[in-house]
């Protein structure tokens, strides 16, 4: 089937020597010093530049966004953990599970002072000092009481990092 000289005028012959006809050749363009002069070379060897009317690969700009509509985040006070320290009093939900830190003589204050800020947010320095204490004459301290996955996480973190501990569901259920 051949083609009408029609439709073969209305597409531009190819040049298969040199694919973009417009562009001058990269030997002839000058150096750029700067990342503007850059760009100028790209406008210019595409064409009127990245976004231009022909198509082609168009630079998208960042929008603009209004968060003054927003409330700010308030502050986290020492660590922002939704669960309760073993000293505050709440009420029992039936899911709340206390994290156990339990003595061993592998336990420095040192590594219980330094494990658990990092692994309960809301157990300070001084707190875990404490707690390494408590672990020391009863035996057995309470980090925190939390929801049954933050306490299986905790727990989880604190023996990765060296300390013996345990979950257990919390039986005081006060108001």
């Known amino acids: 089937m051949a083609l009408s000289g029609r439709v073969g005028a209305s597409w531009p ?12 050749h990269v030997s002839t363009l000058p150096m750029p010093s700067k990342s ?4 100028a070379l790209v406008a210019a060897a595409t064409g009127g530049g990245l976004g231009s ?4 690969a168009g630079l998208l700009e960042r ?11 308030p502050e986290a006070q020492e660590g922002g ?3 309760r320290l073993a000293s505050r009093k709440g009420l029992g939900s039936g899911d709340s599970y206390k994290v156990l830190l339990i003595d061993d003589p592998r336990h420095t204050e040192k590594l219980v002072e330094n494990v658990l800020p990092q692994v ?8 875990a000092r404490q707690l390494f204490r408590e672990s020391r004459q009863l035996g057995v301290a309470v980090v925190i009481v939390t929801v049954k996955e933050h306490a ?5 973190m604190m023996v990765r990092r060296g300390l013996r501990s ?4 919390d039986s005081n259920l006060e108001a």
């Open 36 to 39: 503007r002069d850059v760009m």
């Open 81 to 83: 953990d939704i669960g």
């Open 13 to 24: 012959a190819l040049n298969f020597c040199n694919p973009v006809p417009s562009a001058p």
């Open 63 to 73: 929008p603009t966004f209004d968060q003054s509509q927003f409330d700010p985040l």
């Open 166 to 169: 345990a979950i257990e569901p």
């Open 152 to 156: 299986e996480f905790y727990a989880q």
């Open 120 to 127: 309960v947010p809301s157990v300070t320095a001084d707190g």
């Open 53 to 56: 009317s022909r198509g082609g």
